[in-house]
């Protein structure tokens, strides 16, 4: 069996970013998925006990291959969600959870398989070539039309990143954003809350990609971007210099966005994920995982 803890010995964000092998961005979304018939099983509303078995649980559920747990997520693999491209390594903070999970499954590391799944097809409809992926999916009711959700394993927010002599740092509202121009990757939930929460004057441009939108902010075309803010923590540490965050807000309507392990819809290996995530949450494993590879992005202010 796996040491839980063995998976996570590498070195911390910091020296992550310092690194700088890997170019950070978030996953292109396309449009939401149409609306099955059946919504019946959407998994944002469970509530898993940490008194189940996970290993009990995921025994006679159907496998992709027997036997194996195999993991889908995309390529490349970002930081610091996974490291150097590699999310067999356990290192990045994606990665060691997936381990720590396939754990409580009773799935050593080498009956872990990884399966590499393009980001804007992991929720649409249909058969699954993994059992669960992970990839930064955020929980939205439209794509649990599709495809099944584990309960959230990451409460995500929106920041927003500007160069450090722009006027908008130091603001301390989202509303103060609103006089600004802002930009995007196209399909988002970033998108999204410029557009529903910050709601701009002017139309914020949208990009095929992270990297044309930090290429736009460099050069002055954009007064702000908008990303998730792990990934907008490595935006600011490593990618462009004299950048800065300048806060951190919940997207959308201001609930809570959450991202989720993704399954084909009517999974029952999705209820032995939530068993395995609440024992994970209970014994104080999932926030030692967080506090490893995401602690330096929680003192970004959040803007009112």
């Known amino acids: 069996m796996r040491s839980r803890r063995a998976a996570l010995a590498a070195p911390v964000l910091l020296t992550a970013f310092a690194t700088g092998l890997v170019s950070a961005c978030a996953p292109v979304e396309d449009d939401e998925p149409d609306a099955a018939s059946d919504s019946s099983s959407a998994s944002a509303d469970t509530s898993a006990s940490a008194d189940a078995d996970p290993a009990a649980c995921v025994e006679g559920a159907p496998l992709v291959e027997d036997g194996r747990l195999t993991i889908g997520t995309d390529s490349p693999a970002y930081e610091p969600w996974f490291v150097d491209d590699d999310p067999t390594n356990g290192e990045g903070f994606e990665s060691a959870v997936a381990y720590a999970v396939a754990e409580e499954l009773g799935f050593s590391e080498d009956e872990v398989s990884w399966v590499t799944v393009p980001f804007n097809s992991s929720y649409a409809p249909g058969k699954k070539t993994f059992d669960l992926d992970i ?9 649990a039309e599709v495809v099944d959700f584990s309960e959230g394993y990451y409460q995500a927010a929106q920041a927003v990143i500007t160069l ?16 600004h121009k802002l930009g995007a990757q196209t399909g988002t939930t970033s998108l999204t809350a410029i557009r529903d929460v ?7 441009l949208v990009f095929e990609d992270t990297n044309a939108a930090k290429q736009a902010l460099k050069n002055g075309q954009v007064e702000a971007i908008l990303a998730d803010l792990p990934t907008a ?10 950048s800065t965050i300048v806060g951190q807000f919940q997207p959308e309507t201001g609930e809570q966005e959450e991202f989720g392990m993704l399954f084909e819809k009517g999974n029952p290996l999705r209820d032995c994920v939530d068993a395995a995530l609440a024992s994970l949450r209970e014994d104080g494993t999932l926030a030692e995982i967080e ?9 970004v202010p959040t803007l009112d």
């Open 135 to 143: 990839n930064q999916v955020s929980i939205t009711p439209q794509r």
């Open 291 to 299: 506090q490893e590879w995401l602690s330096d992005v929680v003192s």
């Open 164 to 179: 450090e002599d722009s006027p908008l740092a130091g603001l301390e509202s989202v509303e103060e954003l609103a006089d």
């Open 233 to 242: 923590f490595y935006i600011s540490a490593v990618e462009i210099e004299g």
């Open 198 to 204: 910050i709601q701009p004057a002017s139309d914020p």
